[in-house]
Nanobody, 127 residues
Framework: VQLQASGGGLVQAGGSLRLSCAAS????????MAWFRQAPKKEREFVAA????????LYADTVKGRFTISGDNVNDTVYLQMSSLNVEDTAVYYC?????????????????????WGQGTLVTVSS
């Protein structure tokens, strides 16, 4: 599956932004989707994930209550709605896909278990 992330940009602290990840290629509906982010000199970290059915979601504690992940199975697109942004949210955001029969939090929250990655989109939050 191929992933194309978009929607990043510069936003002031307290503002909102919506990221999109369009999937194409080999049966995108068979993949669970996730967002990770990577700040300068830091490891890639989990942000949010959604099951392929859309019934289950996961969030990192740092974004819970501020970010919302959702999916559009008709257009094979996953969104990350980000609100109440702060400077610590500044990072390159990557969407990822994992093909699995089960939506396993232990797998979905670890970058090494993600099968495919998009190219990343930069989010910069100014104070």
């Amino acid at each position: 599956v191929q992933l194309q992330a978009s929607g990043g940009g510069l936003v002031q602290a307290g503002g909102s932004l919506r990221l999109s990840c369009a999937a194409s290629g080999r049966v995108p509906s068979m993949y669970h989707m996730a967002w990770f982010r990577q700040a300068p000199k830091k490891e890639r970290e989990f942000v949010a994930a959604i099951s392929r059915s859309g019934d289950s979601t996961l969030y990192a504690d740092t974004v819970k209550g501020r970010f919302t992940i959702s999916g559009d199975n008709v257009n094979d697109t996953v969104y990350l709605q980000m609100s109440s942004l702060n400077v610590e949210d500044t990072a390159v955001y990557y969407c990822g896909a994992r093909r699995s029969a089960w939506f396993d939090p232990r797998m979905m929250t670890r970058a090494r278990y993600i099968d495919s990655w998009g190219q990343g989109t930069l989010v910069t939050v100014s104070s």
